[in-house]
Every structure is written in structure tokens, then in C-alpha cells.
């Protein structure tokens, strides 16, 4: 009986210790998995510095299967296995991010009075300008557009200076000038070093759009100003271009062959002077156009008579009953040989383009919704964000 009890207490024992031996090897081998698995951290998420692209996949592609090891809120350091240092958050000092971009309502909550809607305040002056004078829809227009095309929407047309972008010959006549200062002052007032003066034109220029009978669209905002403003920078496609160099020029900034055909038919609003279209007119000129309605020729002669030099001028859209308004009226006009500047009429006789302008001819909501496109892309065309450029406290001055 002695040696069945003793026996019995020798196996036990023996079972006892079998069972410890096995869980500490259980425990050891769990430890080394977990410490091979922490260089995988580092090696799948190669380029971010913390690792944190490492938790997107669930860690399958970590090599862990099944067995994955816990999420966790603070990103992993990968490092030694054995590191047992604890984990360091990122530097006190920021790091340069990338610019956030354009969006609609970027000033929101950004002024002192966080309750002041600073765009809001900016469209009231513009709708109050515009009523009191219409003619400065085609202004802007212009004015955006010849900002837009040399170093991106950055305002550096708006800068002073004996050789700066306002002093180029396309840009002599530019004007609306007074108008983006006086909003300025209004930026200034309510948002001190806030509002850009790219996005003032911008504001601007869409409020006005809509109020001439254009396209509502959503305005982006969040655009800093240029640091760069020369006259001989400014390139702009000129009105005498063919249809194949114009195009050439707009592809160069990304623009479609129908995104040029719509921003050319901006020109339904605004006048040309005689330079632009006077040889048109006229037999012996190398621009004389034999297809212009001759109607149209016959109202023209006496605003610019041929061999002067007058300085008259006439709208570009020649339906006198929509001439300051954003419509489609300007694409039936040149399809019935009733285009001004040389490089409109084209539009309506180069195959490249044509089919476009009758498309637009017969559909003004056609037209106004591809133009919204248009002038989102435009007024985004090479854009300082983020940390680029500066915002001015006078938008006729660099800081």
C-alpha cells in the first residue's frame, strides 16, 4: 500500500512538472514571435516615419496570419526587437505638411469674431457694385483670367511698379482695380492678415458672373498671393491667334479643346476696341473676312473708319438685347458670321471647334453648367496654398 502511495505521488509530481516545463516554453516561444514581428512594422510602412501605414491592412501583410498582434492608438516604433524604451510621440516642432488645397469655405471660423462670414460681408459690396455698374462683369472676367495665365490665380496682376504685370501692353486696360482694393479694406477690417487678395478677385469675379446671369456655382477659397509680378512674364493668347495656336496655348495650362470654346464665350459680355476687328472691314487688309455678315460689316464701318486710328469700340456679343448678360447668344452670333475679335469668328469655322459652338448655341443650360466647370478649373489654374506665397495686408504691394 506504501509503494502504490508513493508511486502515485512520483507520477503526479512528475505530470506537475511536465505541465510547468511546457507552459514556459509556450510563454517563450509567444515572446519571440512578437519580438521578430517588430522590425515588420518598419519594413512594410518604409517611408512613413512612424509606422502608422501598418495598421491599414489589419497586419496581414505583416506576416502575423491569425495570430495578429492588438491595435494600437499610438503609432509603433519599429526598432530592435528587444527595445523595451517607451514610445516617444513626434517632435514639439511641426513638421512642413502639404498644402491643404482650395475648398469651399476655407475662412470660416478664421477671423477674430468667429462669427463673422467674411465672403458673405465680401459678396454684399460686390452685388452693390454691381447694380450700381453692370460693366464690371466683363472687368473682372478679364482681369481673372489675365491673372490666372501668368503664374497662376496669385493677384500679381494687382501689384504697382514700373515694370510689373499691370504695366504689360495686354494689361493697360485692364480695370476693376478700385473695387478689389475697396473689398480689401472690408478683408482687413473684420480678418486682419487673413483673406488673400487672390481669393477677393475670385469672390469677386464669380458673385459677378451670377449677378450678370451666369452660372451659381460654389466658390473655393483658400488661395495665397504671388511673390513675383513682371511684365515680361506676361504671354497672353492673343485675339489674332488661329484656332490651332490658341488651342496650343490653352492645352499648356491643361485646358480641353471644349473648356477653351467655353471660356472664349466669356466674350458674350464686355466691347472690343477698333484695333481688334478693323482690318476685318476692309478690302486690301490682310485680315479682311469676306463671310462677315454684311449687315454687321455695314453698322461697323462708321465706328472704324478705314485708315484711322479711332479709338471706338463695340460689343463683343452684337445681340443688342443681351449684350451685358451671360448667356448663349454669343455662340449664335458667330454662327451667323456675327463675330468681333478675329479669333471668336474662328470658333465657328474651324472644324476643331465648331461642333462645340453649336452645342452651346442650342442649349444656354448647357452652357451655363460646363461653364461653372470651367471657371472652378480656371480660378484654380497653379494656386499658392498652405504655406506658400504670402496673404497682403494692400493688395497693390507685396509685404
Known amino acids: 500500500m506504501k509503494f502504490s502511495i508513493f508511486s502515485i505521488f512520483v507520477k503526479t509530481l512528475a505530470l506537475l512538472l511536465i505541465l510547468t516545463i511546457s507552459h514556459a516554453d509556450q510563454s517563450h516561444g509567444s515572446s519571440l514571435k512578437h519580438g521578430r514581428s517588430k522590425p515588420g512594422y518598419g519594413r512594410k510602412s518604409h517611408g512613413s516615419v512612424h509606422g502608422i501605414k501598418g495598421h491599414g491592412s489589419n497586419g496581414r501583410h505583416m506576416g502575423h496570419g491569425r495570430n495578429k498582434p492588438p491595435r494600437f492608438n499610438l503609432p509603433i516604433i519599429s526598432g530592435p526587437p528587444l527595445d523595451l524604451s517607451p514610445i516617444i510621440g513626434p517632435p514639439s516642432t511641426p513638421t512642413p505638411t502639404t498644402p491643404s488645397g482650395l475648398q469651399v469655405g476655407f475662412y470660416k471660423g478664421l477671423c477674430p469674431n468667429k462669427l463673422v462670414d467674411i465672403e458673405a460681408a465680401l459678396t454684399t459690396k460686390v452685388q452693390e457694385h454691381f447694380r450700381k455698374d453692370p460693366s464690371i462683369l466683363p472687368a473682372l472676367l478679364r482681369m481673372q483670367f489675365h ?228 471657371m472652378v478649373k480656371l480660378q484654380a489654374l497653379d494656386v499658392l496654398t498652405g504655406s506658400q506665397g504670402e496673404i497682403r495686408k494692400t493688395c497693390n504691394r507685396f509685404n
Open 147 to 374: 491673372d490666372c495665365f501668368v503664374h497662376g490665380c496669385d493677384a500679381s496682376i494687382l501689384i504697382n511698379g514700373l515694370s510689373s504685370e499691370k504695366t504689360a501692353g495686354p494689361n493697360l486696360s485692364v480695370r476693376g482695380y478700385d473695387l478689389i482694393d475697396a473689398l480689401k479694406d472690408i478683408a482687413e477690417a473684420q480678418c486682419p492678415g487673413v483673406v488673400s487678395c487672390a481669393d477677393i478677385i475670385a469672390i469677386a469675379t464669380k458673385e459677378v458672373l451670377r449677378m450678370g446671369g451666369g452660372p451659381n456655382y460654389s466658390i473655393q477659397t483658400g488661395r495665397r498671393d504671388g511673390l513675383i509680378s513682371r511684365a515680361q512674364d506676361v504671354n497672353l493668347p492673343s485675339p489674332f491667334l488661329t484656332v490651332s495656336e490658341t488651342i496650343s496655348a490653352f492645352n499648356a495650362k491643361k485646358f480641353t479643346t471644349e473648356e477653351i470654346v467655353i471660356l472664349l464665350g466669356c466674350h458674350t459680355v464686355g466691347v472690343s476696341s477698333c484695333g481688334f476687328f478693323q482690318d476685318r472691314l476692309y478690302q486690301g487688309t490682310t485680315q479682311f473676312d469676306p463671310i462677315m455678315d454684311p449687315t454687321l460689316r455695314k453698322q461697323l464701318m462708321p465706328i472704324c473708319p478705314k485708315g484711322t486710328t479711332a479709338n471706338n469700340s463695340t460689343f463683343l456679343d452684337q445681340n443688342s438685347q443681351s449684350s451685358n448678360i451671360v448667356d448663349n447668344s454669343f455662340f449664335v452670333q458667330i454662327l451667323e458670321q456675327r463675330g468681333i475679335l478675329p479669333i471668336d469668328q474662328s470658333l465657328a469655322r474651324d472644324p476643331k471647334t465648331v461642333s462645340f459652338v453649336k452645342q452651346f448655341a442650342q442649349s444656354a443650360s448647357l452652357f451655363n453648367s460646363k461653364l461653372a466647370s470651367a
